[in-house]
């Protein structure tokens, strides 16, 4: 079965440095999305993108956050200067149609620790 | 606005016993979708329920979304140690917003 992949699956950095999360979605999909989840919460969402360009993002994606797709296959979350707040679980997440009609598909996770 | 209520937060049963979840929304859902998140692990879909009414039924696990589409349920039937996890209900719109979720623990 087709599947999310991300990596690193454990990242520890030091505040204020910079983060950069990969995930390769299902190869037929054109939805891409990044959520979080602290760790004991719920799962929240962060962005997605769509057609190279991103189509919604909450309150929680601001300026020290990005996305990119540099090519046919990965989709990257990058996080510029890091804070404690950060640490969280990352989930990418991918799926081939638009609106509510499909099921979303989520990678195993990145687990990211701010010290 | 566009959040979803689940309760309980957390709920502690024997093997056996039964396990509900209730999920709720201040306005009119177009659909609700349920995952299983294990202990370390990431959200997993279970179901999506779109019509009102609809009760759907996957093994031991019963869906139900509300007449009024603005409620939905998880029930467990005699849970066993392998439905340890966190159960979250979701609003589709595009995004997926989650609710809080329920964790389910089993004790053999």
């Known amino acids: 079965e087709p599947e999310v992949t991300q990596t690193p699956s454990h990242q520890v950095t030091q505040m204020g440095q910079e983060v950069i999360l990969r995930c390769v979605p299902i190869s037929n999909h054109l939805y891409f999305y990044w959520y979080r989840q602290i760790l004991g919460q719920k799962v929240e969402f962060l962005v997605s993108?769509?057609?190279?360009?991103?189509?919604?993002k909450s309150e929680i994606f601001d300026d020290q956050f990005s996305v990119e797709r540099p090519d046919g296959s990965n989709f990257t979350l990058k996080i510029r200067s890091t804070k404690l707040e950060d640490s969280a679980m990352y989930f990418c997440?991918?799926?081939?149609?638009?609106?509510?009609?499909?099921?979303?598909?989520f990678g195993e996770g990145s687990w990211l620790t701010v010290v | 606005g566009q959040q979803v209520m689940q309760i309980p937060q957390y709920q502690h049963v024997q093997e056996g016993e039964d396990f509900t979840t209730y999920c709720n929304s201040s306005?009119?859902?177009?659909?609700i979708q349920w995952y299983k998140q294990r202990p370390g692990g990431h959200p997993v879909f279970l179901i999506q329920l779109v019509k009102s009414g609809e009760v759907k039924k996957q093994k031991r696990l019963t869906f139900q979304f509300g007449e009024a589409k603005k409620n939905s349920s998880l029930h467990i039937t005699a849970t066993q140690t392998t439905d340890v996890g966190t159960y979250f209900c979701a609003r589709q719109g595009g995004k997926l917003i989650f609710g809080q979720g329920t964790e389910l623990s089993v004790k053999p």
């Open positions: 997440a991918s799926k081939n149609e638009g609106g509510s009609g499909n099921t979303i598909y």
């Open positions: 993108f769509y057609n190279n360009e991103i189509s919604e």
């Open positions: 306005t009119t859902l177009s659909n």
